[in-house]
Nanobody, 123 residues
Framework: QVQLVESGGGLVQAGGSLRLSCAAS????????MGWFRQAPGKEREFVAA????????YGADSVKGRFTISRDIAVNTVYLQMNSLKPEDTAVYYC????????????????WGQGTQVTVSS
């Protein structure tokens, strides 16, 4: 059974930083792409960033470029999202997603999803 478990969310002031983690288990992810999405209250879920497990190619939304960085640690099957210069509009539940196809993950159609972690940025 595939499991994606996010952690690292919390409350932070504007301008601050947080690092989210997504620990993956239950299958081999060597051919997968891992991604981060977020959903704010009353808004649709949106793509944030993605990374191929092998090769480390990255993809990111324009709204977070220069502020958020995705990375992974293959040894511990974990993908990270380093979030700097946080803004109140970054407040959302952040979800980790995974699948074998990059396009599917980036489009939000990945088969595997975590339960989400809340990020709240105060002004």
């Amino acid at each position: 059974q595939v499991q994606l478990v996010e952690s690292g969310g919390g409350l932070v002031q504007a301008g601050g930083s947080l690092r989210l983690s997504c620990a993956a288990s239950g299958r081999t992810f060597s051919r997968s792409t891992m991604g981060w999405f977020r959903q704010a209250p009353g808004k649709e879920r949106e793509f944030v960033a993605a990374m191929t497990w092998i090769g480390g190619s990255t993809y990111g939304a324009d709204s977070v470029k220069g502020r958020f960085t995705i990375s992974r640690d293959i040894a511990v099957n974990t993908v990270y999202l380093q979030m700097n210069s946080l803004k109140p509009e970054d407040t959302a539940v952040y979800y980790c997603a995974a699948d074998d196809g990059t396009s599917a993950v980036v489009a939000g159609r990945g088969r595997y999803w975590g339960q989400g972690t809340q990020v709240t940025v105060s002004s």
